[in-house]
């Protein structure tokens, strides 16, 4: 089962500094069908203004994951962890007890982002942050973990929960095949670019909520951008 969300059927909110887009419930945005999606809580899709940001704030017991679409994100923390990732790339912010932190387009254009919230399989653990580059043409024409909970996805910024976050670039009429184990379910967004999953068409920035499909063949229409997110359900 495959069902496609189109972007203009999402939630949200501009706050001017801030245009988001909502795939799941969250904040003022609230659809009891659209609480999340397994272990996958929320997948925000965010367009920062130059020179502003979110301010100070707290989180606790949650996996954060950051995919810079475009422009780049500076995050501060208590932690006294400071660092700039840049389009293409990811950050992980494991809240565990408690983590106080920033985040900031620094930069003169616009910054876009997917913020994605991961339930973790751990509690109370000491929070950490860490970031890393992951080059777009290392990702040509398959799914490259960018974050794991999983041992075995050696090269991925670790995560706290049965769960992986995924890349790929396609050009277009380039296909890539995904396997999905039983029991598992994906979201999996189009950064740039329209694919087919399956059969269902998908447009830049739609969403598709999948579960009992056990491979998930990926053709770009044209030159595609994609994050897949594979969890519990």
Same mark, same amino acid.
């Given at each position: 089962m495959i069902e496609r969300r189109p972007f203009n059927s999402l939630g949200g909110a501009d706050h001017g500094w801030l245009n988001a887009k909502h795939h799941f419930s969250f904040a003022s945005y609230h659809d009891p069908k659209r609480m999340g999606w397994g272990a996958l809580r929320v997948w925000n899709d965010d367009t920062i203004a130059p020179g502003t940001g979110f301010p100070p704030h707290s989180h606790g017991d949650m996996e954060i994951i950051t995919y810079v679409r475009e422009g780049a994100i500076t995050h501060r923390d208590n932690l006294g962890n400071v660092g700039r990732t840049e389009a293409g790339d990811v950050q992980v912010m494991s809240a565990g007890s408690g983590i106080t932190h920033s985040e900031y387009n620094l930069e003169s254009g616009t910054t876009r982002i997917f913020q994605i919230w991961i339930i973790p399989t751990e509690t109370g653990k000491p929070p950490s942050w860490g970031a890393k580059p992951f080059p777009r043409g290392e990702r040509s024409g398959r799914? &490259?973990?960018? $974050?794991?909970?999983? /041992?075995?996805?050696?090269?991925?910024?670790?995560?706290?929960?049965?769960?992986? &976050?995924?890349? $790929?670039?396609?050009? /277009?009429?380039?296909?890539?095949t995904y396997v999905l184990a039983d029991g598992r379910q994906a979201y999996l967004v189009p950064s740039t670019g329209a694919v087919e999953i399956n059969g269902v068409k998908l447009d830049a920035r739609d969403g598709a909520a999948i579960r009992n499909e056990s491979a998930l063949r990926v053709t770009a229409l044209e030159d595609a951008e994609l994050v897949l997110v594979d969890a519990a359900a």
């Open positions: 799914f &490259v973990a960018l $974050a794991s909970g999983f /041992a075995d996805d050696g090269d991925a910024l670790p995560l706290r929960t049965d769960a992986r &976050v995924l890349g $790929a670039t396609l050009k /277009a009429g380039e296909s890539t």
